[in-house]
């Protein structure tokens, strides 16, 4: 009815305007008159308004790593590699804002491809007929859902940050422009990176290597790169973790870590890369951390098991709010880590989780439930009825809802997000792209560039190694061995003798033996810890499980083992393969000491085993690369 009153007002003015063009008189202004008055109704019709249900649905972000038709939901371990007509019926359904990929759903390119686009259809017979957000962890290095051996994954943040004194942003802006373009190519739109995270605790069990480093400065100045890498190429970011997961021993996957930094302190340090981004870049979004900061919010809540409580800041109305939006002046899309982490889950029902995060400020809810079967969509269509109900009932603003609903929109709208994504065309251009030469040749640049030489006593590098001499290679699995004995093979001009101790377990007598006989010893150690997924192989069947070594007896072993080599002087090479602040501990007892920020590994379709930072490794062991790289932390 508005409208029809709108134009009926307006009618006399166009006819008006028209006559003008019409009869050839005030052409120019006619028209800018004419465009002026249908403005208005150019934006009604672009902008349609969310009804509550709607704005809401655009909120969440759901996961869909695995779906079964039958059992439970705990034992449910069925990749969605295609979209299940059950869960597209429920983006349809809930007008839901996006969805998270996991490795899972990433097996190949054209999967991947056929996925995206089955998830954008689906979001295409939704209500508001709003494109979906189709978001991935593609950091880079440590942390990359696609198959490493199909899209470029680089060495992470920390060998960026090795390279900043020589070639500054140059690697920031590279990586995340060929990320970008991989990701863009796939129908991939959103990045949870980069991390700006400042590493300031050497014990940090889940940053470490993914950020830039420790100085503040420096992590700004590359997060602003990558930020403007990725979204010139198409790919929204995520700055994380807001407000600083730095300096944390406590992974926020398995607990509630808390930061006890001075005001002043978390200021300067943890809240300076962000301050930066903001004003130089304006990300798309900002990612929140389940982080305790008493010195910028010491409100409580009251957990599921009854316990008072210090607010995270992914809940607190002052972190996010008062000081994101407000001090920062921050007006992008916030949303949370995955709020099925223990830093979350332990102490709030999921309801109550996705209520308390809008409630503080935040917009877009990241995994608020779990979906594995067709019954947990009962869940889904519960969250929704309870969500509307807290609106209704002013536990949620009705207002602020719609204002978060419309950053949401704008976002899409502003990267030209659609629904229309074509496999065929789309397939032809990606194959193109992911993982091209031009890629890789990057990677590999990267790769090297950032190799660290720390110690080098008595021209013990570059190594001079005639035909038949032996290498003995200590490394944290046999598949690391593999990898590195490849690369050296690979590089030399000699034919060398190989032998392995993998940590995992190994003979102490025989490995006594190999060192004792070797000319060069190369061991290799990665810190923190190694998960699950990360560690080896099948390869690392063939140790011998009488010598099986646990994870807390690792360290000791190689410590044993490079005693070993000192008694018997052998020239000993330290490689920290992952974060250097290891150096501390083993570096003493070698002649020279290497950091490569990274050891990923990749299998060939021969089966062979190979990296670009092992590859890059050799180079420089070997003396057909310099290591360029500095250190981007302090070892203490």
Do not use: W
Not at 280 to 288: E, L
Not at 335 to 354: E, K, N, Y
Not at 385 to 405: F, W
Not at 455 to 461: F, M
């Amino acid at each position: 009815m508005q409208l029809y009153t709108k134009i009926d007002k307006l009618l006399p003015l166009i006819y008006l305007a028209l006559e003008c063009v019409l009869l050839n008189k005030c052409f120019i202004s006619s028209v800018v008159f004419l465009s002026g008055c249908l403005m208005p109704l150019q934006s009604s019709f672009a902008k349609p308004t969310l009804s509550l249900e709607q704005q809401l649905g655009q909120k969440l972000i759901l996961d869909l790593r695995y779906f079964c038709q039958q059992g439970s939901s705990k034992q449910c371990r069925t990749p969605v590699t295609t979209l299940p007509d059950e869960l597209a019926a429920a983006i349809a359904k809930h007008n839901i804002g996006g969805v998270i990929l996991f490795s899972e759903n990433t097996q190949s390119i054209e999967q991947t491809i056929t996925l995206n686009s089955q998830l954008q259809a689906a979001a295409s017979k939704s209500s508001s007929k709003l494109p979906l957000f189709i978001s991935i962890d593609q950091e880079g290095g440590r942390v990359a859902r696609l198959p490493r051996d199909v899209a470029t994954s680089f060495t992470g943040n920390m060998s960026i940050g090795a390279t900043y004194k020589k070639y500054g942003t140059q690697y920031a802006t590279q990586t995340a422009t060929v990320i970008a373009k991989e990701l863009n190519s796939l129908g991939i739109n959103v990045n949870y990176a980069p991390t700006v995270d400042v590493n300031m605790n050497p014990d940090n069990p889940v940053i470490n290597v993914r950020s830039f480093g420790e100085n503040p400065a420096l992590v700004s100045k590359l997060g602003a790169a990558q930020v403007a890498g990725f979204e010139s190429n198409g790919v929204i970011t995520s700055l994380k973790h807001f407000p600083g997961h730095g300096d944390t021993n406590v992974d926020s996957h398995t607990g509630l870590p808390q930061v006890n930094h001075s005001k002043e302190d978390i200021y300067q340090q943890d809240l300076a890369p962000f301050k930066h981004i903001i004003a130089t870049q304006n990300p798309g979004m900002i990612m929140t951390a389940h982080i305790q900061y008493p010195q910028l919010d010491n409100s409580t809540f009251v957990s599921v098991d009854g316990k008072s409580m210090i607010k995270p800041a992914t809940m607190s109305r002052t972190i996010i709010t008062d000081i994101l939006r407000g001090e920062l002046n921050y007006q992008g899309v916030v949303v949370t880590d995955a709020l099925d982490m223990a830093g979350i889950s332990h102490f709030f029902t999921p309801t109550q989780a996705v209520i308390n995060t809008f409630a503080a400020g935040v917009d877009l809810a990241l995994m608020p439930i779990e979906i594995r079967t067709p019954a947990d969509l009962n869940a889904l269509d519960k969250l929704m009825d309870e969500l509307v109900a807290s609106v209704n009932n002013k536990q949620l603003s009705k207002d602020e809802v719609a204002q978060s609903a419309a950053r949401i929109t704008a976002l899409k709208n502003k990267f030209k997000l659609t629904t229309q994504l074509d496999p065929l065309s789309t397939l032809a251009k990606a194959k193109d792209i992911i993982g091209s030469q031009a890629h890789r040749k990057i990677e590999a640049e990267l790769a090297v560039n950032a190799i660290t030489e720390v110690k080098n006593n008595n021209n013990a590098l570059p190594l001079n190694l005639s035909k038949g001499q032996h290498i003995h290679i200590i490394m944290p699995d046999t598949r690391k061995c593999m990898a590195m004995q490849q690369a050296l093979s690979v590089i030399s001009t000699a034919a060398l003798k190989y032998s392995c101790s993998s940590l995992q377990g190994f003979d102490p007598v025989k490995a006594h033996s190999l060192i004792k006989n070797a000319d060069v010893v190369i061991a290799g150690n990665a810190t923190p810890n190694q998960s699950a997924v990360e560690i080896g192989g099948m390869d690392d069947l063939k140790d011998d499980p009488r010598f099986a070594l646990n994870t807390a007896e690792q360290p000791k072993a190689l410590s044993s083992l490079l005693d070993i080599a000192a008694s018997v002087n052998k020239k000993t090479i330290f490689i920290s393969l992952r974060a250097p602040y290891d150096i501390a501990q083993f570096g003493s007892r070698a002649n020279a000491v290497l950091a490569s920020y990274a050891y990923n590994i990749d299998t060939d379709k021969n089966n062979a085993v190979a990296g670009p930072a092992f590859t890059a490794l050799a180079k420089v062991l070997l003396g057909n690369a310099h290591a360029h790289g500095v250190l981007p932390v302090t070892i203490k």
